[in-house]
């Protein structure tokens, strides 16, 4: 069946961003492909990773580990939401290991497979996942593959960094770990003193530009096309879409396209938001329905119903238009595109 809204993913790219962040960082760079990776499809992004030499995932849950399928030998999988109560049977049956958060997952895990390798998680200063460093003391005895733990602040210029950097150094000289393991993308950016020994970069892999050392390195993974499903003329003077908040103060030309909130095309969009045909930018009017937008295309007289236009999606400047983060536009692109991996 025939889609009408299309998101055309690039191989390629994805691979060729995940070497400049390995390069960047001098260090071997997992990837975290939680989220469905990122919402373009943890599956094929993996195996494009693996392709590229990526030997290391991360995703949240035993689901989404389980979701990912059987990986190649030689990889490992992380679940960073560790084990919990209820996660024994398939933290056991899975080969992905857990990245342990609290004293009570590293209990559990002492008690339900202590030889096993786990990966453990120590918080230097966000207050989200994570031992406190003064809870080191409880991970002896454990097989640690790989001690982290995570920035809160790294897309900024903040002190806030080389304060978290400072602690982790102090943790990771006390607990003995295989590997050590600190940056995400914007922490790639921070310089060479963030990577130790693996990097876990998630949003630039897919085309996210978190600082301004990532620009002009960090190549579009994505786009995003939809069908027209009508062309009509607004009359000046009448309005268009829910709540009346376009009012054309001309006769203008409108095209109505086939996404809309329910595909994450989201509301911040309205009367923001642009689509491309060709080299004209075609601007969003008024507000975006669940399924629907109108754009203005008076620029572009030879667009007609069943034609295609491109949805200006182009992640920073996405985010500027609507107000969502970067993170944000990725991972709520809905289930009724048309996937194609190219
Ligand atoms: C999601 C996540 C990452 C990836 O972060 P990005 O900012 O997307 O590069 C890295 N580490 C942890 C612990 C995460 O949860």
Redesign the pocket.
């Known amino acids: 069946m025939d889609r009408p809204l299309r998101l055309t993913i690039d191989r390629t790219a994805i691979q060729e961003n995940w070497r400049w962040l390995q390069d960047r960082a001098g260090v071997p760079a997992g990837a975290?492909v939680?989220a469905d990776g990122y919402g373009l499809g943890a599956r094929e992004a993996a195996h494009a990773l693996y392709e590229a030499g990526c030997r290391d995932f991360?995703v949240s849950s035993w689901a989404e580990a389980e979701a990912l399928g059987p990986m190649p030998l030689g990889t490992s999988v992380v679940v960073?939401h560790g084990a919990g109560p209820k996660d024994a049977e398939a933290a056991l049956s899975l080969l992905a290991r857990p990245c342990l958060n609290t004293p009570g997952q590293v209990a559990r895990w002492k008690e339900v497979a202590p030889e096993r390798p786990c990966d453990v998680?120590v918080d230097t200063g966000m207050n989200r996942l994570g031992l406190r460093p003064t809870e080191i003391g409880l991970l002896d005895g454990l097989a640690i593959e790989t001690l982290?733990s995570?920035l809160a602040r790294a897309d900024e210029d903040s002190a806030m960094n080389g304060m978290q950097l400072e602690r982790f150094r102090t943790v990771a000289s006390a607990v003995p770990a295989k590997r050590y393991a600190f940056a995400?993308?914007?922490g790639i950016c921070l310089g060479r003193e963030y990577s130790f020994d693996l990097v876990?970069?998630?949003?630039?892999v897919y085309g996210?530009v978190?600082r301004v050392e990532a620009e002009g390195n960090i190549r579009d993974v994505f786009r995003v096309d939809a069908e027209i499903v009508q062309r009509r003329l607004i009359p000046a003077g009448e309005s268009c879409g829910y709540g009346a908040t376009f009012i054309a103060d001309e006769d203008t030309e409108a095209a109505i396209l086939n996404i809309g909130y329910a595909d994450g095309y989201l509301r911040g969009f309205s009367s923001r938001g642009s689509a491309f045909a060709g080299e004209f930018a075609l601007p969003v009017l008024g507000r975006v329905s669940m399924d629907l937008i109108a754009v203005g295309c008076g620029a572009a007289p030879g667009l007609k119903e069943g034609d295609w236009v491109e949805i200006d999606y182009d992640l920073p400047s996405a985010s500027k238009q609507s107000g969502l983060s970067q993170?944000e536009l990725l991972t709520t692109l809905g289930s009724r595109f048309e996937r194609r991996w190219v």
Do not use: T, V
């Not at 876990?200 to 630039?204: A, K, V």
């Open positions: 975290a939680k991360f960073l998680m982290h995570h995400n993308s914007a876990r970069p998630g949003l630039s996210g978190p993170y």
